[in-house]
């Protein structure tokens, strides 16, 4: 029986739109279609918070000009070879650690001071009632975990500071803050440890180098899956390997020296577009005694050098904030801004990164 010609011209039709659509749509390994989701720049991205430093105590400038603060040979290598923003601040925001780290992920740069000191939750701090990066990840379907070094719970929503073996501070962990996180039993199970073993001596203050520095191995075991890995990935150091114990950066040269490479050489960084984002929350030293230096924060944009989503050797000397970070993370995947006169007014930082 002879195929009528209308039949044909309707077979037509659907190849030819087959054939487009497959030119819009990226089909991964694993056979998953993902168009929309994918990111600008990069389809994952790892955040690391570390504390206390201006970027004058922890990168070596040369001969002549070293404030550097210790041993920071890896501090400057990685940022020798990768991105430095030589002019990030996190914009004069108050409220200590907390203040920064809720900012950095919210846009929500008022926070009161009380809540450094007072737990989440607390009469000192009531959780905050705004919309935060964890929405807007969640809303355009992206996957999202926070990683604490020395959690005290396997994962949840743990609202108080934990000593030795730990080493955990609840105003290093944003995300407890928020109360559309604490209200949800499925987003606080998002709040993982990253580390299964605490190597850390119980010593007093400072806590500064030669210590062991932990090996975030729950962490380093999502970035060699990537069926566990999730698109954007919020890592809290403990306050040893962090630097806020010591004002000499050796610790944390030392914990980055180890982690960083094992970041960019696993699997998600080897075989999917990645990027890997450390800053500091904050200039000066945790205890007095810190030589003087600028507000200017270490900032390096990194990623895979075979693999690449960032540029390799760029130094810029663009005014950057806490905010701009942020606004990255959210251009990345065309995501609306959280406050209009922060992260909604800040520039993003395109120039360290490759388009795809």
Same mark, same amino acid.
């Given at each position: $029986? =002879? ?9 037509? +039709? ?27 720049? /990069? ?6 918070? $570390? ?23 890896? @501090? ?48 000192? &701090? ?10 807007? %990840? ?20 743990? !609202?108080?500071? $934990? ?6 501070? /609840?105003?290093?962990?944003? @995300?407890? *803050? ?9 987003? &606080? ?17 400072? =806590? ?11 962490? %380093? ?11 954007? $990935? ?24 180890? %982690? ?8 998600? @960084?080897?075989? =999917?577009?990645?990027?890997? @984002? ?14 003087? #230096? ?5 900032? +390096? ?5 075979? !693999?690449?989503?960032?540029? #390799? ?11 701009? *970070? ?21 520039? !993003? ?8």
């Amino acid at each position: $029986m =002879r195929t009528p010609l209308s039949s044909l011209l309707f077979i037509t +039709v659907i190849l030819v739109s087959n054939v487009f659509a497959s030119a819009s749509l990226s089909i991964t390994n694993s056979g998953v279609v993902s168009g929309p989701l994918l990111g600008k720049w /990069f389809d994952y991205v790892v955040v690391i918070m $570390m504390e206390n430093h201006s970027i004058n105590l922890t990168y070596y400038k040369g001969v002549g000009t070293n404030t550097c603060l210790g041993n920071c040979t890896y @501090f400057s290598s990685l940022a020798n070879s990768n991105g430095l923003a030589k002019e990030y601040t996190d914009d004069s925001i108050q409220a200590g650690s907390l203040g920064d780290y809720v900012a950095i992920t919210s846009g929500y740069g008022t926070l009161d001071s009380g809540c450094n000191s007072s737990p989440p939750g607390s009469s000192g &701090c009531p959780f905050l009632q705004i919309p935060n990066i964890i929405d807007r %990840l969640e809303s355009a379907g992206l996957s999202w975990k926070a990683y604490m070094e020395g959690y005290p719970v396997s994962s949840g929503c743990y !609202n108080n500071d $934990m000593d030795f073996p730990n080493y955990y501070h /609840f105003s290093h962990d944003p @995300f407890t *803050s928020y109360a559309d996180i604490q209200n949800s039993t499925s987003r &606080c199970s998002h709040i993982v440890n990253a580390n299964s073993k605490n190597p850390q001596p119980k010593t007093p203050l400072p =806590r500064c180098w030669p210590i062991a520095v932990d090996n975030d191995d729950l962490f %380093l075991k999502d970035l060699n899956s990537v069926v566990d890995a999730s698109n954007y $990935m919020f890592l809290t150091p403990d306050t040893i390997d962090d630097n806020h114990d010591c004002n000499d950066v050796s610790v944390g040269n030392a914990w980055l020296n180890q %982690l960083v490479p094992q970041i960019l050489q696993s699997t998600l @960084f080897t075989s =999917r577009k990645a990027a890997l @984002f450390i800053t500091f929350d904050e200039d000066g030293c945790t205890f007095s005694g810190c030589p003087s #230096a600028g507000p200017e924060l270490y900032t +390096v944009w990194a990623s895979n050098p075979t !693999n690449p989503t960032t540029v #390799a050797g760029l130094k810029s000397i663009q005014h950057y904030t806490h905010y701009s *970070s942020l606004r990255t993370i959210e251009d990345n995947w065309n995501l609306p801004p959280l406050i209009a006169s922060t992260d909604g007014s800040a520039s !993003n930082m395109h120039e360290f990164l490759i388009p795809r």
